[in-house]
């Protein structure tokens, strides 16, 4: 008998880099985007074995038909006609808006989950296609590769060389960012501007830690911080503890640090920001049959 049951370690993402190329005229941007996975997880088990449609996360308010999760394994049905019913169970370690893909990585961990289970797999482009309708950090969270470059909204992605291993720091603030205002904001900010162009980049840059030092930047990090000026302290405390690269993730509220070693003193961030300890990683978690 095939399996019916997977289980997956859902990893979170930073974003190294996020540069607005252009604004398109459905309101979304065009993105260039250096996306890492890091060993902040939430666990995802998805089974089969039902004709009923359920989803079980405990903590999370949202109604189960707005989670991105239930609405990932929803998209995958229509798409490979199967499985009839779907049993996910989500245990969130991930922050919501929080900029580190937690809802993502849970979406893009069942569509995984699914794809391995299904008795015909889609195929890498369709599923990157319902990944992409799901949300723009999907693809990159669906993808077998731990550090890849985005463009489009996200979906267009090139695997990269893992990148050695190093203590990525995050400073969680007690409130969240909505990705839709974050990029309003941006477009306020910008509007009339030229378009920019792509950076030069080769991949010798994306190979090593210090050559990426240059490239980390965020372009929606100075109107986000604007607003919440916590953030943008918390980005100063760790590059004040010694971090090669500080930046707000994503859309925010979380800012990481990136550093050669761990600290020996922890960095001073504002009241009520909880600082977190993770690792940047080399592989993807795989997805693990249960029966
Ligand atoms: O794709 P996702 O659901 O994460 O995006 C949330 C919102 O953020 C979108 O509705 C859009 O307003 C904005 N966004 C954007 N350009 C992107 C990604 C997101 O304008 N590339």
């Not at 990481?256 to 592989?283: I, M, Y």
Request: proline share 7%.
């Amino acid at each position: 008998m095939s399996a019916t049951a997977a289980s997956v370690d859902a990893q979170a993402k930073v974003n190294l880099r996020l540069c607005v190329l252009a604004r398109e005229a459905s309101g979304y941007h065009q993105l260039e985007s250096l996306f890492l996975r890091i060993d902040l997880a939430d666990t995802v088990r998805v089974a089969t074995d039902t004709t009923q449609r359920e989803l079980h996360c405990p903590g999370l308010a949202l109604p189960q038909d707005q989670n991105l999760a239930y609405r990932a394994a929803v998209a995958f049905t229509e798409a490979a006609g199967w499985p009839t019913g779907f049993h996910i169970s989500i245990d969130k370690r991930i922050p919501a808006g929080g900029g580190l893909g937690g809802g993502s990585a849970d979406a893009g961990a069942v569509l995984r989950a699914l794809n391995a289970l299904a008795p015909k797999p889609l195929a890498a482009d369709v599923l990157n296609t319902v990944a992409l309708r799901l949300g723009a950090d999907v693809p990159f969270l669906t993808m077998d590769a731990p550090f890849a470059l985005g463009f489009g909204r996200g979906e267009r992605l090139l695997a990269l060389r893992p990148l050695p291993a190093r203590e990525i720091l995050l400073a969680l603030p007690p409130f969240g960012v909505e990705t839709k205002a974050a990029f309003s904001w941006y477009a306020d900010a910008t509007a009339g501007q030229p378009l920019r162009a792509p950076a030069p980049i080769t991949l010798d840059d994306l190979d090593r830690w210090d050559r990426l030092v240059p490239l980390a930047v965020n372009d929606l990090e100075a109107v986000v911080v604007a607003r919440h000026a916590a953030i943008g302290q918390c980005v100063d405390a760790f590059r004040t503890a010694g971090a090669r690269i500080a930046r707000m993730s994503g859309s925010g509220s979380t800012a990481f640090g990136v550093f050669d070693r761990r600290l020996a003193q922890e960095p001073a961030l504002p009241a009520d920001t909880r600082l977190v300890h993770t690792r940047s990683l080399t592989s993807v978690a795989p997805v693990k049959l249960l029966d």
